[in-house]
């Protein structure tokens, strides 16, 4: 049997997303326990769209060998804090630092500081929570620098990722081009076709849409610095779409500039235009931004 007293960041889920998330059972076991009325709360059975309340005791009969043991990756902070409350904090990632394991980066990563932060702050313990961790709510690739937003607690992700994925979460980018665009600014709506075996993704005439808008703020020995405001978030559409008019990324060898060292690319704003109609645990940063300051690319 395992046996699982509800938080706070446990709360307000179904008891079956709870389980498939704080246990390694398959979810063919997790459905039958509950067709078998295995599973319990404070005593009595329960289906699996019962919704979790803080203090619920919540028993499934299945083996201890379901259990989850939760790796917590021991690492230094090495990224600046830009702004930081009960609820969220920002850091401001720096360009080769990755934001999640992957095969080339198995630790050390962003999403492994934040963790190991908020335990050495007190503010998480990974042995209290079943089925929480404190997690990142945008991304960036490894070479991109800049504002990287994480979520302290569930309702935190759940509302910024929801304000995220509505749109109303604004990123603005900088980034310089070795050349200098025939448009000082437009608005581009355009597809793109990701190149999985390459990681290389390209503008053409069918794929996912993209959407989003630049201007160009300085012109500069033939270079171009743009402001670049995102209304989709797909892979390298930035890179690729430069790319595309003949206007590379300073650095970004990959994607066509003569010039290397790295892609000239920072997410150096975010504005949180959240509706009137928000008033959850995040409503206080309606209309405030954060902006990183004194960009040199």
């Not at 179904?14 to 078998?36: C, E, G, H, Q, V």
């Not at 608005?187 to 990681?199: F, G, L, P, R, S």
Request: glycine fraction near 6%; proline fraction near 3%; hydrophobic fraction near 30%.
């Amino acid at each position: 049997m395992l046996e699982y007293i509800i938080g706070r960041n446990s709360s307000q889920i179904r008891a079956d997303r709870f389980l498939l998330k704080a246990t390694t059972a398959p979810s063919s076991l997790i459905y039958k326990a509950f067709r078998k009325k295995d599973v319990k709360i404070n005593g009595k059975w329960i289906k699996e769209d019962y919704i979790l309340c803080e203090g619920d005791v919540l028993r499934i009969y299945i083996k201890e060998e379901f259990r989850k043991e939760k790796e917590t990756k021991d690492c230094e902070l090495t990224v600046p804090i830009i702004f930081e409350d009960e609820n969220i904090i920002i850091f401001n990632k720096p360009a080769e630092l990755p934001c999640q394991p992957d095969e080339k980066h198995k630790d050390g990563t962003l999403s492994d500081m934040l963790k190991s932060y908020l335990i050495k702050k007190g503010e998480y313990n990974p042995e209290s929570e079943s089925s929480f961790s404190p997690a990142l709510c945008n991304r960036l690739d490894t070479n991109t620098s800049g504002l990287i937003i994480g979520a302290k607690n569930a309702e935190a992700l759940r509302d910024m990722n929801e304000q995220i994925r509505e749109r109303n979460v604004h990123k603005y980018y900088l980034c310089r081009l070795e050349n200098i665009p025939a448009e000082k600014s437009a608005y581009v709506n355009a597809h793109i076709i990701k190149e999985e075996t390459q990681n290389k993704s390209y503008i053409g005439d069918s794929g996912k849409e993209i959407s989003m808008e630049y201007k160009v703020i300085e012109e500069k020995d033939g270079t171009a610095l743009c402001e670049v405001l995102l209304h989709t978030g797909r892979s390298h559409q930035i890179r690729a779409y430069f790319s595309s008019i003949g206007c590379p990324l300073l650095g970004d060898k990959k994607y066509g500039a003569k010039t290397s060292g790295g892609q000239a690319l920072c997410s150096y704003r975010i504005r949180f235009g959240f509706p009137d109609e928000y008033a959850g645990i995040l409503s206080y940063l309606k209309d405030s931004q954060i902006k990183l300051e004194g960009i040199d690319i």
